[in-house]
C-alpha cells in the first residue's frame, strides 16, 4: 500500500487502515492540496493485491454521516418503494447520494468518497462549486491514479452535487479521468437551479441551512459520529459558531446580490467545450428546478466524442441505486474502465424510460431532441380557455392577480394515447400594472373527470408535468443559442417595463415526457407565483419547509421579488398581432 499523500509526505494519526467485511478501508486518507491544506477521503478497496480503477466522488455532505442517520426519510421511502436499492449489501457504508462499496468492491473496484474543503473531516473555506474546488477534485484525481493499487485510471460517479462537480472536474481536464456518470447533476449555475428565468430560487439559502451547516467541518461535538469509526464526522475539531460562519460563504447572500448572470456564475458552470471524456448524463423527468436541464444540455452540448443520455422518473436518489440504475453504471464503467465487454460498445446513445400515467417503457433513441419529433403549436385561445391549432382572430385580454391562481388553458380530450416527449417552449405577449413581471408556466395533465395528474417529481410526490419561469425585465434572448423549442436568455440586462406595455416573451420550459392516455386533456397555467398542489404538502427530513408541488425550488423571498414591483395584475393580450403559442413535442409512433 501506498502510505503516502501527494507531495510525499508521511500519513498522520488520523489516517487509519483495517480490513472488514471484505474490504481494506483507509479512514481519512490525507490528500494535500497544492495550498498545502489536506482533504479527508475514505478509501474502499479490494483486499487482494493488484491495480484496480478508481470510482471517486467528492463533496460538502458528510462522509461520515450515514445516509440513514442524516436522510431519514429519504431512506425510509426507498427501503419501502425500491428494496432492490438496498438488498445485497449489508447498508453499513451507506450515503448520501454516493456508491455503496459493498456493491462495486466485489467487482473489482476502489470506491473513494472525499469530504470537500471545509466539509466533514476535511478543514478550510467551506465555498462550493468555485474554481479552488474545481481544482481540489483535479488533484483529488491525480493523487489517486498515482496510487500503488490503482490501474491509472478514474471514474467520477455520483448524484446531485456529486454529479454536478463532474462537469466542472472534467473540463480541468484531468489526464487519469477516464469517464463520469453525472446522475442529475445541474450544470449551468445561473439558469440550473438559482435564478429560474431571472427569478432567484430560495433552494439554495435552505439548503445552506438544513444540508451543509450542519456538516461544516468544525461542528465537531456538536455534530454525529460516524457510526463505525466512533470518530466525530464533522470534526476532530469543534470551532465556536462565530468560526464557523467566519469560515463558509453567505451563499444566499451571494446568491441575491449577483442578479444577473457574469463572472461568479460563470465560475460555478460547466465549459462544456472542454468535458471530452466518455460520459453517462442521466436526468430526471421529475427533475425541474435543479437536476434536469443540466444533464440534457450537458448530453447536447459536451465536446466528448463518447457521450449517452439516459432519462428516468422516480426520486431523486432512488433509482442510481436500484439494480436498473447500478447495472447501467456498471456496464458503462466496466467498459471505459475495465476494458470489459459489458455490451457498452452497442448502447445507443439515448435510452428513455418514456412516462406514462401509471408506469415507465425504455426504449432506445438515437439523439435529444428525438430526431422524428413533430413539433406542435398549440394556440392560446381565451374563447373558452382552449388550446388549439388554429389562432384567435379577435383583439382580446385577460387579467390576473399576481397571487392568485392565474389562467389555465386546456387542450381538447385526445382522442388516442399521444406521446409527447422533449423540450417545450411558450410565446406570450404580457403587459403588467407595475414595472416588472415574473411568469410561472406550468404543463399539466387532467383525466377525462378533470382531476389533475401528479407524479413522483425528484423531490417533491405531487408533481405536474412541467415548469418554465420568466422574469420579463430579462426577456432578453442570445439569438446565436436560442432555439425555437428552447429559449436561451442572457441575463445581461436590464430591460424595465412600462406600466401597462405589451411585451413579446419567449420562455423555457424544461423537458418532460407522457403519453398522454386517450380522453385525458392537457392543460397549461400562466401563473404569477408557484405551483401548489391542491391536496397535502409532503415533507423530508433534509428540507426546511413543505413541499407543495415544486419540491424546494420555490421563488417566494421578498428580497428578490418585492411586492411593490411583482405583486400587481398581470395582462395577457391576444389577436392577430399578439401570438400566444405553446411549442410541444409530439412523438409520432415508429
Known amino acids: 500500500m501506498n502510505d503516502t499523500n501527494i507531495t510525499g509526505q508521511a500519513v498522520d494519526s488520523m489516517h487509519k487502515v483495517e480490513t472488514r467485511d471484505g474490504m481494506t478501508i483507509e479512514w481519512d486518507a490525507p490528500i494535500t492540496m497544492d495550498d498545502g491544506l ?54 453499513k457504508y451507506q450515503n448520501w447520494e454516493v456508491a455503496d462499496p459493498e ?39 491525480e493523487w489517486a491514479a498515482a496510487q500503488a493499487w490503482c490501474n491509472g485510471k478514474v471514474g467520477l460517479n455520483g448524484i446531485s452535487y456529486f454529479a454536478a462537480n463532474q462537469w466542472r472536474a472534467a473540463a480541468t481536464q484531468p489526464p487519469h479521468l477516464a469517464a463520469i456518470c453525472v446522475w442529475e447533476g445541474w450544470a449551468d449555475s445561473y439558469r440550473d437551479g438559482n435564478h429560474h428565468g431571472g427569478i432567484a430560487c430560495t433552494f439554495r439559502k435552505h439548503w445552506q441551512d438544513m444540508q451543509v451547516k450542519t456538516v461544516q467541518h468544525g461542528v465537531g461535538e456538536r455534530g454525529r459520529r460516524h457510526p463505525i469509526t466512533g470518530e466525530w464526522a464533522c470534526g476532530p475539531e469543534t470551532l465556536s459558531e462565530e468560526e464557523l460562519v467566519a469560515n463558509r460563504e453567505n451563499m ?32 430526471n423527468w421529475g427533475g425541474h428546478g435543479l437536476h434536469g436541464r443540466g444533464n440534457f444540455e450537458g448530453f447536447v452540448n459536451a465536446a ?29 464503467f466496466g467498459h471505459f474502465l475495465k476494458g470489459e465487454d459489458t455490451g457498452w460498445a452497442q448502447q445507443p446513445p439515448v435510452q428513455l424510460k418514456v412516462r406514462h400515467v401509471d408506469r415507465f417503457e425504455v426504449r432506445m ?7 422524428r419529433t413533430i413539433w406542435t403549436p398549440l394556440q392560446l385561445d381565451p374563447a373558452g380557455m382552449t388550446l388549439r391549432e388554429s389562432a384567435p382572430s379577435q383583439t382580446q385580454q385577460l ?43 406550468v404543463l399539466r395533465l387532467f383525466d377525462p373527470q378533470g382531476k389533475e395528474v401528479v407524479f413522483q417529481g425528484a423531490l417533491d410526490p405531487h408533481s405536474p408535468l412541467g415548469h418554465g419561469w420568466l422574469r420579463a425585465s430579462h426577456r432578453k434572448l442570445d439569438p446565436a443559442r436560442s432555439l425555437p423549442y428552447r429559449p436561451f436568455h442572457t441575463h445581461d440586462e436590464d430591460q424595465p417595463l412600462k406600466p401597462g406595455e405589451v411585451v413579446a416573451l419567449d420562455i423555457e420550459i424544461w423537458p418532460t415526457s407522457i403519453v398522454v392516455p386517450r380522453g385525458y386533456r392537457l392543460g397549461l397555467s400562466v401563473r404569477g407565483k408557484d405551483y401548489e398542489y391542491e391536496g397535502e404538502a409532503a415533507n423530508l427530513s433534509n ?16 428580497t428578490d421579488r418585492p411586492p411593490a414591483e411583482f405583486a400587481g395584475t398581470t395582462t395577457l393580450h391576444f389577436g392577430p398581432q399578439y401570438p400566444n403559442a405553446l411549442l410541444l413535442p409530439l412523438i409520432p409512433p415508429r
Open 365 to 371: 433513441e438515437n439523439e435529444w431532441p428525438l430526431a
Open 543 to 558: 428540507m426546511k419547509n413543505p413541499m407543495r408541488g415544486c419540491g424546494p425550488f420555490v421563488h417566494d423571498d421578498e
Open 38 to 91: 489536506v482533504l479527508r477521503a475514505d478509501i474502499f478497496r479490494p483486499t487482494g493485491p493488484g491495480r484496480y480503477p478508481v470510482i471517486m466522488s467528492y463533496g460538502p455532505y458528510g462522509k461520515g454521516v450515514s445516509f440513514q442517520e442524516g436522510y431519514k426519510t429519504a431512506w425510509d421511502i426507498m427501503c419501502r418503494e425500491n428494496p432492490d436499492a438496498v438488498a445485497g449489501t449489508s447498508n
Open 304 to 332: 466528448s466524442t463518447q457521450k449517452w443520455l439516459e432519462v428516468h422518473g422516480g426520486s431523486h436518489w432512488a433509482p442510481f441505486y436500484t439494480d436498473y440504475g447500478l447495472d447501467l453504471q456498471k456496464r458503462f
Open 252 to 283: 444566499w447572500k451571494e446568491l441575491v446580490s449577483h442578479e444577473w448572470d457574469g463572472p461568479y456564475y460563470r465560475e460555478r458552470s460547466a465549459d462544456f467545450s472542454r468535458v471530452t471524456v466518455p460520459l453517462l448524463s442521466a436526468a
Open 399 to 441: 387579467s390576473f392577480e399576481v397571487m392568485g391562481e392565474g389562467l389555465t388553458f386546456m387542450t381538447p380530450a385526445y382522442t388516442a394515447d399521444t406521446e409527447f416527449t422533449g423540450p417545450s417552449s411558450l410565446k406570450l405577449h404580457a403587459s403588467s400594472s407595475t414595472t416588472d413581471m415574473d411568469l410561472f408556466i
Open 103 to 141: 456493491k462495486w468492491v466485489p467487482d473489482g473496484y476502489v470506491c473513494i468518497r472525499v469530504d470537500s474543503r471545509g466539509a466533514g473531516r476535511s478543514p478550510g473555506y467551506l465555498c462550493h462549486n468555485n474554481a479552488r474546488e474545481n481544482r481540489d477534485y483535479h488533484l483529488c484525481i
